[in-house]
């Protein structure tokens, strides 16, 4: 490759076929977030445009110098477009050379989001849920639940998924798929939300994110010592839930408190600590097997280039993708 002439182009089909695992996107994820913790990451909040009611496109800058990484995500929210038959989240990534900053690579970011989505969540329970979390609840089965299954499989010794979709064929078409991935795991279709929360050890909500929601999660249905994983914001926690929990942790506070200042979390707490500061051991994990956690991930650009840097370096090494003249 001409580096400055040319442009590696990477597909959705093209990342998928790198077959970057799960394991490995996790070590690169938390490397991202030590990093942060160190203050070493640059990472503006994420400016967004908002087009549509509850769609968005944001756009994601980060630089991690101790892994060569700097890069921005350029990705899209539209709730509507599974009528379409298109992704609810779609768009595309560049990685620039930190030292000339000509482009590298273009990429599909869909699968690069969802897996590093998933890889976060893992990372928070790996810390954060107690050591013996057997029942998860997923709440909304769509593409990133998914990842998030596969995840925290690989961090706890997880038995049963109760599973809630308010569209009951993606509760199916997700046990089918999961079933055949994780056979070990026992399956359930919850006939409602309250159903699958109420004696799960770990609960991950992936509903899309809505700007006024009406959250159907009270406090009441967390049982003790559960860990709560939000990736939809808000929209299924209400205040008095995530105000209830013991600890409340954000993947990083800037962003959190900037996406307060645009009309969310309204309702929530402020941050105990940001996931930067957990895995550099500067603030504590879980301290007691009764404690209540939630840990309010809302997806770092650092995340998206930690992952991207090796999809990249794995595609020149297998002599995948299409070079482009710049
Ligand atoms: N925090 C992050 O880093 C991050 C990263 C990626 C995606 N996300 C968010 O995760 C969420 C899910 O994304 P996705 O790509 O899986 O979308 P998706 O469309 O594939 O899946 C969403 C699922 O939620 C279901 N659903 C909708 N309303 C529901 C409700 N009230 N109760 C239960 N289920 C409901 C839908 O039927 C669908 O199956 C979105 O909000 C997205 O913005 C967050």
């Given at each position: 490759?001409?580096?400055?002439?040319?442009?590696?182009?990477?597909?959705?089909?093209?990342?998928?076929?790198?077959?970057?695992?799960?394991?490995?996107?996790?070590?690169?994820?938390?490397?991202?977030?030590?990093?942060?913790?160190?203050?070493?990451?640059?990472?503006?909040?994420?400016?967004?445009?908002?087009?549509?009611?509850?769609?968005?496109?944001?756009?994601?800058?980060?630089?991690?110098?101790?892994?060569?990484?700097?890069?921005?995500?350029?990705?899209?929210?539209?709730?509507?477009?599974?009528?379409?038959?298109?992704?609810?989240?779609?768009?595309?990534?560049?990685?620039?050379?930190?030292?000339?900053?000509?482009?590298?690579?273009?990429?599909?970011?869909?699968?690069i989001t969802a897996q590093r989505t998933g890889a976060v969540s893992g990372i928070a329970a790996k810390y954060l849920a107690r050591q013996d979390s057997?029942?998860?609840?997923?709440?909304?089965?769509?593409?990133?639940?998914?990842?998030?299954?596969?995840?925290?499989?690989?961090?706890?010794?997880?038995?049963?998924?109760?599973?809630?979709?308010?569209?009951?064929?993606?509760?199916?078409?997700?046990?089918?798929?999961?079933?055949?991935?994780?056979?070990?795991?026992?399956?359930?279709a919850a006939g409602s939300a309250r159903e699958a929360v109420q004696e799960a050890d770990i609960v991950v909500t992936a509903t899309p994110i809505l700007k006024e929601p009406r959250p159907p999660i009270e406090l009441g249905w967390l049982k003790e010592g559960v860990l709560g994983l939000p990736i939809d914001f808000d929209s299924y926690w209400q205040p008095e839930a995530m105000q209830g929990c013991d600890k409340f942790y954000v993947d990083d506070e800037n962003q959190f408190e900037y996406y307060r200042t645009l009309g969310y979390f309204r309702g929530a707490p402020k941050a105990y600590a940001d996931l930067g500061q957990l895995v550099t051991g500067k603030v504590p994990a879980r301290e007691s097997e009764r404690e209540r956690i939630i840990s309010m991930n809302l997806g770092l650009a650092i995340e998206d280039m930690a992952t991207a840097i090796r999809i990249y370096q794995k595609a020149l090494e297998q002599g995948i993708g299409t070079l482009l003249p710049l």
């Open positions: 490759m001409k580096k400055g002439k040319e442009v590696l182009y990477l597909s959705g089909a093209d990342v998928r076929k790198i077959g970057l695992s799960m394991a490995e996107t996790m070590e690169a994820v938390e490397q991202a977030l030590f990093e942060k913790g160190r203050g070493n990451c640059q990472m503006p909040p994420k400016p967004g445009i908002f087009t549509q009611p509850d769609a968005f496109i944001h756009a994601m800058p980060a630089y991690i110098p101790a892994l060569g990484a700097a890069g921005l995500k350029w990705v899209a929210g539209y709730p509507g477009n599974t009528r379409h038959g298109l992704p609810y989240l779609n768009g595309l990534l560049i990685l620039n050379c930190p030292e000339t900053g000509v482009p590298l690579a273009v990429m599909d970011c869909v699968w057997e029942v998860l609840a997923i709440i909304g089965c769509g593409v990133q639940a998914r990842t998030q299954l596969e995840a925290l499989a690989l961090v706890r010794r997880l038995k049963v998924v109760k599973c809630y979709d308010i569209n009951p064929g993606q509760t199916s078409l997700f046990i089918e798929e999961m079933k055949a991935r994780l056979p070990h795991l026992e399956y359930v």
